[in-house]
């Protein structure tokens, strides 16, 4: 009986094995595919912009009732998406956002996916994605918008290889900001006043910022130096320290500020240079209500009383055991 049990474990253990050479010799015939495959690296020593952009995202306001000229909710949502891309990766140091794009900046010695570009593109547009339709919820939940159907984000990866160069490019985007925005808040204040789209556009044509800015304050009323920086100037994401009820916090903080000017990046050097940190803890002020913030601050309530309730049952298992 025993030598009959041997040989059926002898007759099995052969025929996998020999299934398992099988196995390992078809992957060996058909893995010559991989060569096929090409890898990109970037360039070292240079800074590497992953830029964000919605595509048909034109369709999707529409149909999703965002406001015109500017939805804060909209632009709020595509924060909490920036904030996810910058949590994943601690070598961003720097995050800008405006309308349905997000740009990220990678250090120059970033070694992430050992600079693969189509890694690195393809992992930043599917994870602001998945975190853009994640938030939904809790950014339009108390407007009972719901999601018709989903987004989508093409991105690119550009490299720059001069600080003065990645300055020029945020300087770009925010300089973009202005001319939509201004453009956008005149044409939309003309329609809702009774002109069709058409004729709001024939009446801004060959218009300078002077002559909209004219034309917002005499037949509207609105100074547009007054209106929100959020809209005027874009999100900025830095991660920084901040002091919460007495304990410093490594959070992405929100700032709405002009970074073509000096002054930003002088108030801010760990950007170019992350030995530049300073020890001061940032100052949070009104951002304290912003919901990237909150958001943070959320995840990390919830998670000192997990390990609380997870040290007080180990505690209780430590007592019962003793």
């Given at each position: ?8 474990l002898?007759?099995l253990?052969?025929?996998?094995a ?6 390992a ?15 990109e ?9 992953v ?13 999703h ?14 924060n ?16 800008y956002g ?7 900046v ?7 996916y ?17 975190a853009?339709?994640f938030?939904?919820?809790?950014i ?21 290889p ?12 925010q ?63 830095l ?17 709405f ?15 170019l240079?992350?030995k ?25 309530t ?12 180990m ?8």
């Amino acid at each position: 009986m025993l030598s009959s049990c041997r040989k059926a474990l002898y007759t099995l253990a052969k025929h996998s094995a020999r299934s398992f050479q099988s196995s390992a010799m078809a992957l060996s015939r058909f893995e010559y595919v991989k060569q096929f495959e090409q890898e990109e690296k970037l360039l070292p020593n240079c800074w590497v912009v992953v830029r964000i952009d919605g595509k048909g995202f034109h369709r999707f306001c529409n149909v999703h009732t965002f406001t015109k000229p500017n939805d804060l909710d909209a632009l709020q949502l595509m924060n909490l998406a920036g904030m996810t891309v910058m949590q994943e990766f601690n070598e961003i140091a720097i995050g800008y956002g405006q309308s349905d794009e997000y740009s990220f900046v990678f250090r120059r010695e970033a070694s992430v996916y050992q600079r693969r570009r189509d890694k690195l593109v393809s992992y930043v547009a599917s994870l602001f994605t998945s975190a853009y339709m994640f938030h939904w919820k809790r950014i339009f939940d108390a407007r009972s918008v719901t999601m018709r159907y989903p987004p989508s984000f093409d991105a690119r990866a550009v490299l720059y290889p001069t600080d003065e160069n990645l300055r020029d490019y945020l300087s770009w985007r925010q300089a973009d900001v202005h001319v939509n925005n201004l453009y956008n808040t005149t044409f939309w204040n003309l329609v809702a006043s009774g002109l069709s789209n058409s004729d709001a556009e024939k009446r801004l044509q060959g218009t300078l910022a002077s002559d909209k800015n004219e034309i917002l304050f005499s037949q509207f009323g609105i100074n547009y130096n007054n209106e929100p920086l959020i809209y005027r100037k874009g999100t900025i994401l830095l991660p920084k320290s901040v002091c919460i009820a007495g304990k410093k916090q490594k959070l992405i903080v929100p700032i709405f500020d002009d970074l073509i000017g000096d002054a930003f990046w002088v108030k801010h050097p760990e950007i170019l240079d992350k030995k530049a940190k300073s020890d001061d803890a940032f100052e949070l002020g009104e951002d304290l209500s912003q919901p990237v913030v909150r958001y943070q601050l959320e995840v990390h309530t919830l998670r000192k009383a997990g390990m609380k309730k997870l040290e007080t049952s180990m505690s209780t298992l430590q007592t019962d055991a003793s």
